[in-house]
């Protein structure tokens, strides 16, 4: 599930599923350790390692709730809980029902903004499920996932698994990822998404079911871009997610060895200390970091980047700042 802006950097979805080290029988017989990842976790790490420090491992407060947040959890939460609903039930004024029952006013500037994402928000979903057959039941809704690689123990939540008959006429598990942001995706989003990839081998793996589609299905324009993924593009997806794992692995091993001792001298501003910290774990600041939970604790992504409200993502530009302005967040 993802409730970032489209088009945005984002901040990362909370992950449910911390990194430990797992053992794991290799083919030899040997144990070995594993190193323990959603592709939530992956993904911040390229992003930005401080901002994976500050969220897996050395916390900082976090920004202001977002409202489009908001707006995409009670999106997300009704599209669920409409499964859950008896068959009869399964309807789209039911739909629209859910949406306004899970409402959360987090991040929206008044009464009225919320009221009128709540109603905007609710009637999209209302008619996105009428697309639906309510009684073509999903092996999956919000379905937590696992695989594993030589390397890693992969887990996600999907948001939606279907089982379909391919075009072949051979069954096959498509897995659905909603979006609620502003800009529609597109096959290149669905094609590259390192998550959408590590859900179909997590979907394979739990399911023992043939998978290979991916669709984002965008629920305020109704639309839905799909990829099929070749064993070539799941393995060149893994593989990469291999990589991204071995290097967030390494920085938590030299963290927990050496720098986990140094972070109170760094708070108190021992540059030495802040140095050595910032060599494993180096921040990477872009216009982007405006989206940043941890903006307020990070000097460079300020400087970097504009202050924004936290209904900025809605299309509401009012409250920008100039780049290292102190402003809403
Ligand atoms: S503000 Fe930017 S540079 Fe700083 S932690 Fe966040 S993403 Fe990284």
């Known amino acids: 599930m993802t409730t970032q802006p489209s088009g945005g950097g984002g901040p990362p979805a909370p992950d449910p599923y911390p990194a430990v080290m797992v053992d794991?029988?290799?083919?030899?017989?040997?144990?070995?350790?594993?190193?323990a990842a959603t592709p939530t976790r992956l993904t911040t790490w390229v992003d930005c390692p401080r901002r994976y420090r500050f969220t897996y491992l050395d916390p900082r407060p976090k920004g202001a709730p977002w409202a489009h947040s908001s707006v995409g959890a009670a999106a997300?939460?009704?599209?669920?809980?409409?499964?859950?609903?008896?068959?009869?039930?399964?309807t789209p004024d039911t739909a629209v029902a859910l949406v306004r029952r899970r409402w959360l006013t987090d991040g929206f500037r008044d009464e009225?903004?919320?009221?009128?994402?709540?109603?905007?928000?609710?009637?999209?979903?209302?008619?996105?499920?009428?697309?639906?057959?309510p009684s073509d039941e999903p092996v999956g809704v919000e379905r937590t996932v696992a695989a594993t690689t030589s390397r890693?123990?992969?887990?996600?939540?999907?948001?939606?698994?279907?089982?379909?008959?391919?075009?072949?006429?051979?069954?096959?598990?498509?897995?659905?990822?909603?979006k609620t942001g502003r800009r529609p995706s597109s096959v290149?989003?669905?094609r590259s998404s390192l998550a959408l990839a590590v859900y179909v081998a997590g979907a394979r793996r739990t399911l023992h079911q043939r998978s290979r589609r991916v669709e984002l299905h965008h629920v305020p324009t109704n639309t839905v871009a799909a990829f099929e993924h070749t064993e070539a593009s799941l393995a060149r997806q893994l593989a990469r997610a291999d990589e991204i794992g071995d290097?967030?692995?390494?920085?938590?091993?030299?963290w927990r060895e050496t720098l986990q001792r140094k972070a109170e001298d760094a708070k108190a501003g021992d540059l030495d200390a802040v140095d050595a910290i910032d060599a494993v774990f180096p921040p990477r600041p872009s216009a982007a970091c405006c989206w940043c939970d941890f903006r307020s604790s990070c000097p460079d992504g300020r400087e970097s980047s504009h202050s924004l409200v936290p209904w900025a993502a809605l299309g509401d530009s009012e409250g920008q700042g100039p780049p290292g302005q102190l402003g809403a967040k």
């Open 24 to 35: 794991a029988q290799v083919l030899d017989g040997m144990p070995r350790r594993l190193f």
């Open 76 to 90: 997300h939460n009704a599209l669920r809980d409409w499964w859950n609903e008896p068959l009869a039930e399964r």
């Open 112 to 133: 009225a903004q919320s009221e009128q994402w709540r109603e905007g928000i609710a009637a999209a979903v209302g008619t996105y499920v009428s697309g639906l057959d």
């Open 152 to 178: 890693l123990a992969l887990s996600g939540r999907v948001d939606r698994i279907d089982d379909r008959v391919g075009e072949d006429g051979e069954r096959e598990l498509v897995v659905v990822d909603y």
């Open 188 to 190: 290149e989003d669905a």
């Open 247 to 254: 290097e967030a692995s390494n920085a938590q091993t030299v």
